[in-house]
């Protein structure tokens, strides 16, 4: 006759795999977000961030300059279907401090995806007369866009930034 043993695994025999997956988890989602991370957007706003650093005082010294100028400006925008999809009529008005409208303005802009790269562009205002600046742009996305301009005439330069929301 055969005996017959009843071998049993001891209690909390699992307890050590328990470790085993957590540790698997956490590696898995970091893998995750490491691949992620290296294969996204690299968030740079300038090739030539040292040098910009650098050169900080310059642009104090521009500000300085621009505010002694007195100039103020009024940005709106609308849509421009006649433009494109996303086609926006941006208007940017300048008054000097006595609020006469500046005229003679020679003003470039550049509209800046935040969040991706390739979709930048430029564009120059159209002067309507009495300080009033003007550019219809068809922007290729929707969404958020950084609008960076910069006004001259002569040896005066003004300088500025607006976010808009194009739909």
Same mark, same amino acid.
């Given at each position: 006759?055969?005996?017959?043993?009843?071998?049993?695994?001891?209690?909390?025999?699992?307890?050590?795999?328990?470790?085993?997956?957590?540790?698997?988890?956490?590696?898995?989602? $970091?893998?995750?977000?490491?691949?992620?991370?290296?294969?996204?957007?690299?968030?740079?706003?300038?090739?030539?961030?040292?040098?910009?650093?650098?050169?900080? !005082?310059?642009?104090?010294?521009?500000?300085?300059?621009?505010?002694?100028?007195?100039?103020?400006?009024?940005?709106?925008?609308?849509?421009?279907?006649?433009?494109?999809?996303?086609?926006?009529?941006?208007?940017?008005?300048?008054?000097?401090?006595?609020?006469?409208?500046?005229?003679?303005?020679?003003? $470039?802009?550049?509209?800046?995806?935040?969040?991706?790269?390739?979709?930048?562009?430029?564009?120059?205002?159209?002067?309507?007369? $009495?300080?009033?600046?003007?550019?219809?742009?068809?922007?290729?996305?929707?969404? !958020?866009?950084?609008?960076?301009?910069?006004?001259?005439?002569?040896?005066?330069?003004?300088?500025?930034?607006?976010?808009?929301?194009?739909?």
């Amino acid at each position: 006759m055969a005996v017959m043993t009843n071998k049993q695994r001891p209690d909390g025999w699992w307890y050590p795999w328990i470790f085993v997956g957590a540790f698997a988890v956490v590696f898995a989602v $970091n893998g995750t977000m490491a691949f992620f991370a290296v294969d996204s957007w690299t968030g740079l706003v300038t090739k030539h961030a040292f040098k910009e650093g650098s050169e900080y !005082n310059s642009v104090l010294a521009q500000v300085s300059e621009q505010q002694a100028m007195g100039w103020s400006e009024s940005f709106s925008y609308t849509p421009a279907t006649h433009v494109g999809p996303h086609g926006t009529t941006f208007t940017l008005h300048f008054t000097d401090r006595t609020g006469a409208a500046i005229d003679g303005l020679t003003i $470039n802009a550049q509209a800046t995806r935040p969040t991706h790269e390739g979709y930048d562009q430029t564009f120059v205002f159209t002067p309507q007369g $009495n300080g009033m600046y003007s550019a219809d742009v068809d922007l290729p996305l929707p969404g !958020n866009w950084e609008l960076r301009y910069i006004a001259t005439r002569a040896d005066e330069l003004y300088k500025m930034s607006q976010r808009v929301n194009v739909r």
